[in-house]
């Protein structure tokens, strides 16, 4: 494993429910500190109730994004913390702070109607996309001021920021026939450029905006041979055989150009694969692959035993076995292979135990809640 390479481990974490919890190491100090009094007062202090103290999680997004300033307050009638987001100011003259205000809900960050799909800062700009229940539509808000909305449709992928843009996409189901099927609208802060839908028989499986050419997974019959990687409106057949069924389809960036990552399955056979507009890049065979990831011409995997826990790592053609079997990868996201390094970030089902997978060690991590995305930045 390379070692001349200066690494930095980008972790963000999500809070659950846990953030709710009495705050128990607080208490044991405060009861250590207060033992020579009677012990029908350290019981009180026990007691004290959650709201006296904000959410011990906020910490963790404040390290998370330090150019914003997290503040919070109490709401007895909602019995919720409200959280306040601020923007610096950019300029000297710049006199007017930007802030959007949101409710803690265990660290959902939600709007009163609304849940929060994409938090993004853009040049001291608060940008936020918020989806209304039950799929009745979308806003798109800058420092709070709504300006983008859509009555219908639903928030599809991640909001994301280059130099040419803010982007996201959003879908709305319509009727073909006696068919339906999703028509998605490709949006550049509140100016859609571009709208899309399936052919008959289609799949689109994922679209995304890079310095603003428009990428889509796409299906465009039912044979897996029609699969193609769409670079603007030029189709490139990925080559996926006709005889196999292809699944997820997510796009993704390897070696600075856009691929598609998936797997397939014929009769009992099921491997992965990531295919570029040329063909297949990378296969892995290996039984019981949750996910992998590849780095040059190296190749790393984490594979799940038999009762869906992570069972061993696969690294630069070592192989690591996990003795603590009760460890799970949440998504793709949580791990990363770069400059001959691979991490990943593993937690158990209670959320309250983590391990930080770098060098073949476990390293164990305390919070509650759970992992979203790890970063190896060079």
């Avoid at 019959?221 to 292809?246: I, K």
């Avoid at 014929?266 to 949750?290: A, L, Y």
């Avoid at 690591?320 to 390094?341: M, N, Q, T």
């Amino acid at each position: 494993m390379k070692r001349s390479l200066s690494l930095i481990l980008l972790i963000l974490l999500a809070v659950s429910a846990f953030a709710k919890s009495k705050r128990p190491i607080l208490n044991r100090e405060l009861s250590a500190m207060l033992n020579p009094l009677p012990k029908r007062f350290q019981e009180m202090l026990v007691e004290i109730p959650d709201h006296f103290f904000e959410p011990e999680a906020l910490a963790l997004f404040r390290h998370a994004y330090k150019d914003l300033v997290f503040s919070a307050s109490f709401d007895e009638e909602k019995n919720d913390w409200k959280i306040s987001i601020t923007a610096p100011k950019t300029t000297k003259i710049d006199s007017e702070l930007r802030t959007e205000t949101f409710w803690w809900c265990g660290g959902g960050f939600l709007p009163e109607e609304e849940l929060l799909k994409g938090l993004l800062l853009d040049s001291g700009s608060i940008n936020t996309l918020g989806q209304r229940p039950g799929g009745s539509g979308i806003s798109y808000r800058v420092d709070g001021k709504e300006v983008f909305s859509s009555g219908t449709g639903t928030v599809t992928g991640e909001m994301t920021r280059d130099t040419s843009g803010t982007y996201f996409v959003y879908g709305i189901p319509i009727r073909k026939g006696d068919s339906a099927t999703m028509e998605y609208h490709i949006m550049n802060g509140a100016d859609e450029i571009r709208c899309v839908s399936p052919t008959e028989n289609g799949t689109i499986y994922d679209i995304k905006v890079r310095d603003g050419t428009v990428y889509r997974s796409e299906k465009r019959g039912a044979s897996a041979s029609s699969l193609c990687l769409v670079v603007g409106d030029t189709y490139h057949s990925v080559n996926a055989g006709a005889d196999e069924s292809v699944h997820l389809c997510k796009l993704t960036e390897t070696g600075g150009e856009m691929t598609i990552k998936g797997y397939s399955v014929q009769g009992n056979r099921k491997w992965h694969w990531i295919r570029s507009r040329e063909g297949v890049m990378c296969r892995v065979d290996t039984p019981g692959v949750q996910d992998f990831y590849v780095d040059g011409s190296a190749v790393a995997f984490v594979v799940n035993g038999k009762d869906g826990f992570v069972g061993s790592i696969h690294a630069g053609g070592a192989q690591y076995g996990i003795e603590e079997k009760r460890y799970r990868l949440s998504s793709s996201a949580c791990a990363d292979f770069r400059g001959g390094v691979f991490a990943a970030a593993l937690s158990d089902t209670s959320g309250r135990e983590h391990r930080l997978f770098l060098d073949g060690q476990l390293v164990p991590m305390e919070f509650n809640g759970y992992f979203t995305e790890l970063k190896i930045i060079e």
